[in-house]
């Protein structure tokens, strides 16, 4: 019997090593005063920049802009003149009934619904792709 309980205590020596053991928790210490409120900004700072994702709205931003600046050009340098050759047509953004500027308004409509075809274009090609 005292070989049998010799091998029980060592099994159980061998048992309590094997057990995960709890780690013991070491809270940060984190600066008081301005130090401290400075951390804080730059942890919530950089967690608002990833939970919004505002690199890529600025990016889109961005790009939007410069888009609009594109369409615009286009619509002003080639389609415009290009209806300027329909006859009894003149220049259309001189168009104006009184101070009522008729052709600028249908420049800009021209613009827009370039820039709406291109955006529905745009958002069509990225969900067949899976992009969202």
Do not use: C, N
Not at 52 to 57: I, Q, S
Not at 95 to 119: E, M, N
């Amino acid at each position: 019997m005292a070989v049998e309980e010799k091998l029980l205590d060592e099994l159980r020596k061998i048992r309590e090593l094997l057990e995960p053991k709890e780690e013991p928790v070491i809270e940060e210490v984190k600066p008081k005063g301005f130090k401290g409120r400075t951390i804080k900004f730059k942890d919530d700072f950089v967690d608002f920049i990833k939970k919004y994702k505002v690199m890529g709205l600025a990016v889109a931003f961005i790009m939007a802009i410069y888009l609009g600046g594109l369409v615009q050009a286009l619509v002003d340098d080639m389609i415009m003149p290009i209806l300027s050759y329909i006859p009894g047509i003149d220049v259309i953004a001189d168009w104006a009934v009184g101070p009522f500027l008729f052709g600028h308004f249908i420049s800009a409509l021209i613009t827009f619904i370039i820039v709406a075809i291109v955006i529905f274009v745009l958002v069509k090609l990225t969900s067949k792709i899976g992009i969202e």
